[in-house]
């Protein structure tokens, strides 16, 4: 099977790049792109950090962050879903005198 994948361009930091993506997943890319984009502007905003490399560096680990603190909470709510699962089906044999 031929791969469809196509060069999107997008930019970063006021720089150019070429990213190989399936069509369907061009406007996620994008998405993130300017998402990136728009992290990237707001620590140079603060001036607090200088250089491009360290701005890149916190901004990822920035995202980094923001999606482990996601994925946790995730996790908590698959936990909770879980537990109100169980206390349903112990009300349910309870009530039904099973």
């Known amino acids: 099977m031929?791969?469809?994948r196509e060069s999107v361009k997008v930019q970063v930091m006021g720089k150019e790049f070429?990213?190989?993506?399936e069509p369907e997943e061009?406007?996620?890319l994008l998405a993130a792109t300017q998402f990136l984009d728009e992290q990237i502007?707001?620590?140079q905003s603060q001036g607090k950090i200088v250089g491009n490399e360290r701005i890149a560096i916190m901004v990822a680990?920035?995202?980094a962050s923001?999606?482990?603190?996601?994925?946790?909470?995730?996790s908590s709510s698959n936990q909770l879903n879980d537990e109100i699962a169980m206390?349903?089906?112990?009300?349910?044999?309870?009530?039904?005198?099973?």
């Open 61 to 63: 680990i920035n995202i």
């Open 2 to 4: 031929k791969s469809t």
């Open 18 to 21: 070429a990213v190989a993506c």
């Open 87 to 98: 206390l349903n089906e112990k009300i349910d044999r309870a009530v039904n005198g099973a």
């Open 66 to 74: 923001e999606l482990l603190e996601l994925r946790n909470k995730q």
């Open 26 to 28: 061009k406007a996620t």
């Open 41 to 43: 502007e707001a620590i």
